[in-house]
């Protein structure tokens, strides 16, 4: 059982930056294409920014230029560096696969004050 935990959430005015990280559990970790996701209020999951074992990346719209996703294949762990943050980013968020093929962690909370 794969197991995500994120952390690196937080409280944050708008135009700053926060860094959020996830661990996974995974055997063979480097072979799995993982997401962030996250989840506003009243609205449902949606896929941040996505990266592949090899290291392509891809990006919803809404976040292009701002947030920037990586990974460490030998700590077997993701990070998203969230840039010029805006009060729409506030949201739950959350890793998985890109099709979230394993059970959801906690998700670590960000709220961007205006």
């Known amino acids: 059982q794969v197991r995500l935990v994120e952390s690196g959430g937080g409280l944050v005015q708008t135009g700053g930056s926060l860094r959020l990280s996830c661990t996974v559990s995974?055997?063979?970790?480097?072979?799995?294409?993982m997401a962030w996701f996250r989840q506003a209020p009243g609205k449902l999951r949606e896929l941040v920014a996505s990266?592949?074992?090899?290291?392509?990346?891809n990006y919803a719209d809404s976040v292009k230029g701002r947030f920037s996703i990586s990974r460490d294949n030998a700590k077997k762990m993701v990070y998203l560096q969230m840039n010029s943050l805006k009060p729409e980013d506030t949201a739950v968020y959350y890793c998985?696969?890109?099709?979230?093929?394993?059970?959801w962690g906690q998700g670590t909370q960000v709220t961007v004050s205006s």
């Open positions: 995974a055997n063979a970790f480097s072979i799995y294409s």
């Open positions: 990266i592949a074992g090899g290291g392509t990346t």
């Open positions: 998985n696969g890109p099709h979230s093929p394993w059970d």
